[in-house]
């Protein structure tokens, strides 16, 4: 009896200690950059996050608008109503915090009511580092400058697909930016985006030309390394909800 409790104990400590020795490899070949080799078992994990479900945020998210405090942002200010930020007039808001490489969230929808037409019809925009637009267009049915429509980097490529819903419906950006690098006053690397408009790629790894303008060639000037997140007033009642960012 107590050479199999002697044995049930030995098997005990030999697979605690099994579960100790993280797994992979030390004797493998080394990767391209010279730091871990391939399966190797020191390699840090990655920390842990909990996704978002629905409309939540992912737990190391920035929550910049969770439907009720625009404390994040300054301009305008817009109204809060119905858990929704509103274009009001006042003018265009940015982000407090600054941001480079990131991935970020918005939700938005134009108004049920058709007013205008082409840039008329629920315009805005999203800009990263308050510089490079995605456009924020009602683009259900509603023709104007392929550039320009939604999802568009405004005034430098449209989107590849039309991925609009209909005036007044919530509709979503997933927008993951690469800032630009500069060397001095030389750009090192263009500013990179790659885009989902309702859960649909419509721009995969795009290189900006330059920051947005209107009627005119996009180009680069030397600027920080981070900006603002920024949400256009084109004078359209545009609404904006379940709004965060993660920095990359």
């Known amino acids: 009896m107590k050479i199999l409790l002697l044995l049930g104990l030995l098997a005990a400590l030999v697979s605690l200690a099994a579960q100790d020795e993280r797994p992979g490899y030390d004797d493998s070949p080394y990767l391209p950059d010279g730091k871990w080799r391939v399966h190797d078992k020191a390699r840090p994990y990655p920390p842990v996050v909990t996704p978002g479900l629905g409309a939540a945020p992912p737990s190391d998210a920035v929550v910049l608008f969770d439907g009720t405090s625009v404390d994040a942002w300054k301009g ?18 940015e982000t407090k915090e600054h941001f480079g490489d990131c991935q ?17 019809r629920g315009n805005s925009g999203v800009f ?24 568009a980097m405004y005034g430098q490529r449209p ?21 630009p690098r500069f060397e001095g006053d030389e750009l090192r690397s263009p500013a ?18 330059g920051a947005t303008t209107h009627k005119r060639l996009a180009k680069y000037a030397p600027h920080a390394a981070e900006g603002p997140v920024a949400l256009q007033d084109h004078g359209n009642p545009v609404r904006f909800r379940n709004i965060w960012i993660r920095r990359l």
Request: glycine content about 12%.
């Open 76 to 93: 305008g200010p817009w109204d809060v109503v119905d858990g929704a930020m509103v274009v009001n007039g006042k003018g265009g808001i």
């Open 104 to 120: 970020l969230h918005v939700e938005w929808a134009t108004p049920f009511e058709l007013q205008s037409g082409s840039q008329g």
């Open 128 to 151: 990263l580092m308050g510089k490079y637009e995605i456009q924020v267009l009602d683009s259900y049915e509603n023709a104007t400058y392929a550039d320009g429509q939604a999802a």
């Open 159 to 179: 989107p590849d697909v039309n991925a609009c819903r209909e005036p007044g419906a919530w509709q979503s950006y997933d927008i993951f930016f690469r800032a």
């Open 192 to 209: 990179v985006v790659t885009v989902l408009h309702n859960g649909v790629v419509v721009h995969h790894a795009e290189e900006f030309l």
